[in-house]
């Protein structure tokens, strides 16, 4: 029997102090990868979620806005946007340890809608953006979440200098199922992401254990 290599008394310890994550050092375990999907209407800070939280430099597909969106982009309450989302936001963040989520931010306006598809298949859950100024538009993500029975919640980004109203206000409002969570969040602020992809994530794990 051959023998058994020994360890180099003189090869120096892995550094786990280089940012590495325990998971990576054990190969005996897997990451848990995820995904998640961010939707809502144009112009509610799905761009800006998905850069808030990724680990890695996001993938965005930013477009400058033209005279020909005039006429079909509502700018009335975001005046300052020059760019719009044309396929998809994509960023990546880990959570305790071993999950790894996925996140996709979806296009918000309708000529863009035929992505969705795509963009959900393997989605384990979704967000639904919302902006109370203008509640309507996160009617769609609504419907196409409810039609396509993928766990969902809605995470109402309060912009600075509007209303903030209570999570059951706007439940109330949007008319959702009282077991779809609601919550407030600030799009800008990683920590605010964070709690509504955990947030998700135990909703989809309680709506589908498996």
């Not at 008394?9 to 190969?27: A, I, K, M, R, S």
């Not at 384990?124 to 969902?152: H, K, M, N, Q, W």
């Not at 109203?165 to 407030?184: C, G, K, M, N, Y």
């Amino acid at each position: 029997m051959p023998a058994q290599p020994q360890a180099d008394p003189y090869e120096p310890e892995p550094d786990t102090d280089d940012g590495v994550q325990d998971w990576q050092l054990d190969h005996t375990r897997a990451p848990i990868a995820t995904k998640i999907v961010v939707a809502g209407g144009f112009g509610v800070g799905k761009t800006t979620f998905v850069r808030a939280v990724s680990e890695i430099t996001p993938l965005q597909t930013e477009a400058l806005m033209t005279r020909a969106s005039e006429e079909t982009d509502d700018l009335t309450s975001t005046p300052d946007k020059l760019t719009t989302t044309v396929a998809m936001d994509f960023g990546r963040i880990t959570l305790d340890n071993d999950l790894v989520l996925y996140v996709f931010g979806t296009p918000g306006q309708q000529r863009f809608w035929f992505m969705w598809d795509d963009l959900v298949r393997g989605a384990i859950g979704a967000i639904v953006l919302a902006d109370t100024r203008r509640l309507t538009d996160c009617f769609p993500a609504l419907d196409y979440f409810e039609s396509c029975g993928l766990p969902y919640i809605v995470a109402v980004n309060h912009f600075e200098g509007t209303e903030r109203f209570d999570p059951d206000d706007v439940r109330e409002a949007l008319t959702v199922s009282p077991d779809v969570p609601v919550v407030i969040m600030d799009a800008r602020k990683r920590y605010s992401v964070v709690e509504t992809l955990l947030s998700v994530v135990a909703h989809a794990l309680e709506a589908t254990p498996e």
